[in-house]
């Protein structure tokens, strides 16, 4: 059975593809969950959820809990340092969301998570690893992933050993990143880690890093071996690498990429999903850098990026995205969206 014809689930979970969206930290919401699942992404992440903020019933965190029923499958992930409360905010998503799994942070790099011996502190410890991976599989009947960084700097790699620890514990599935934490976003992700990582444990496995394109995608899938590609930064007002990817993988068909009038009435669509989730106010300021995101490859955009950036209401907002689509359909952009590069493998 080739890499492209086995089914990927987690648990008992299924899923239509191997295409996952990453969590990441003020952008995963509903709304934006929603928009990305709609362009076929086989699974989706929820932006990971501080466990003492849940449990003490934290408004904004409660908020952050919110799963539009036409998300499914997706994945609620937590972060913590302690195995109390860990465990305690393991219970509450378990038996009162509606999340399809349930997915531990222990590769977030910065500081602030760090200092709470969570995220990518966990990378440092095989043995606490266990510890709190057990504790919480124990306590709930969701399926449990976790998603990891290969290490903590380039002393300390220990990719392989945590992810035994993960699947000892009992975990259903494991993602990694292929940088260290030190890394942060920078450098190249190491493909050949996450290789063997693959190698040597028995639970899927989700590669991500350094996925720019459905055809690095298919590189990693193919270099790593890996059960499934987890897509972040890519996705980032461009939900079309979704179905992009997916199709690639499954045909060798590349389409081709959005027009502009499409970027746009997707960006507004992301718009009005967010003004009923969050309100719009807060959706004109959090879809700011969306927009720059969805205008990102548009020749000449910078103009209209100053302009959204100044945008208070939400009838401005729109009005300068039909601008963009109005220009776009009498031909006075400067030039055609520019193709995405591919990541170009060290």
Known sequence: MTNEQKPFQI????MDNRVVLAPMAGVCNSAFRLTVKEFGAGL????????KALNTRNKKTMDM???DEREHPMTLQIFG???ENLVEAAKYVDQYT??????INMGCPVNKIIKCEAGARWLLDPNKIYEMVAAVVDAVKKPVSVKMRIGWDEEHVFAVENAQAAERAGVS??????RTRTQMYDGHANWDILKEVKQNINVPFIANGDVETPQDAKRILDHTGADAVMIGRAALGNPWMMYRT???LETGELLEEPTVQEKMNVCLLHFERLSALKGEKMAVREMRKHASWYLKGIRGN???RTAINQTETGADFCLLLRGVIADADAGRLEGEIEPTRSVTQA
């Not at 648990?11 to 299924?14: E, F, K, L, P």
């Open 11 to 14: 648990g008992d979970i299924v």
């Open 44 to 51: 989706v992440y929820a932006e990971m959820i501080s466990d």
């Open 65 to 67: 809990l919110y799963i």
């Open 81 to 83: 340092g302690d195995k």
């Open 98 to 103: 509606n999340a399809d799994i349930i997915d």
């Open 173 to 178: 599935a494991i993602a990694m990143h292929g």
């Open 246 to 248: 997916v199709r690639y």
């Open 302 to 304: 910078g103009k209209i």
